[in-house]
């Protein structure tokens, strides 16, 4: 039988993983100090576009192929990737000394407006707040946008707070939670000069 998941170390903040489950297979890599460059590939086409544009937004390097039983749902996969993007993140935060470690930011995409608000606080909670006026956008079926930001939550170990504050567009709506998600979580992310080696907790641990 065949491991359910395989790491390698991280160097220069890079996280990878491969996670291989009965319902998915799926390998990933993720350069935190990057230019924005993607090579996704998910079998969700919406889905790519959305993890493309959180590689753009938050000027990571990510690259990413899975395939799921999408047969049967696309629920394990989409799951799946946010657990692997959770976790290559994690890993690439290494001890997480010199960083903000929280992250907050609110973008508009025309009628629609999002904010995010990210704390890499070793604590795992989502809040997601979201009404969508589809059941679907593009093949993306939309109640799994909680669950992709589920499964990235607990296993980044992060607290994520996500409110989509308006808007009337499914497709504007779900862009804006993503887009804005990655600019909270670059900001969290991003190294403090002034920290340098110190770590962002009066526990001495996150």
């Given at each position: ?37 993607y ?11 959305m993890l ?5 937004h ?70 997601l ?6 059941a ?15 499964g ?55």
């Amino acid at each position: 039988m065949k491991s359910p998941r395989k790491s390698k170390g991280t160097t220069s903040r890079t996280g990878q993983l491969e996670r291989i489950t009965t319902e998915t297979q799926i390998k990933a890599r993720l350069t935190l100090d990057g230019k924005g460059k993607y090579d996704v590939r998910t079998g969700i086409r919406f889905l790519d576009h959305m993890l493309e544009l959180f590689a753009k937004h938050g000027g990571f390097d990510l690259e990413l192929k899975a395939t799921g039983d999408l047969d049967v749902d696309q629920h394990h996969t989409v799951e799946d990737v946010g657990i692997v993007l959770g976790e290559c993140i994690h890993q690439a935060l290494g001890d997480k000394r010199g960083i903000n470690r929280a992250g907050y930011f609110i973008m508009p995409l025309d009628e629609s407006l999002a904010v995010a608000a990210v704390d890499f606080s070793g604590r795992p909670y989502l809040a997601l707040n979201a009404k969508f006026g589809a059941a679907t956008v593009g093949d993306l079926q939309t109640e799994l946008v909680e669950d992709f930001f589920q499964g990235f939550a607990n296993h980044a170990k992060a607290n994520v707070h996500l409110k989509l504050l308006c808007g009337r567009s499914t497709h504007h709506g779900v862009e804006a939670m993503f887009k804005t998600f990655a600019r909270a979580v670059k900001m969290a992310v991003s190294l403090d000069p002034r920290l340098k080696k110190e770590l962002p907790s009066t526990k001495g641990l996150l």
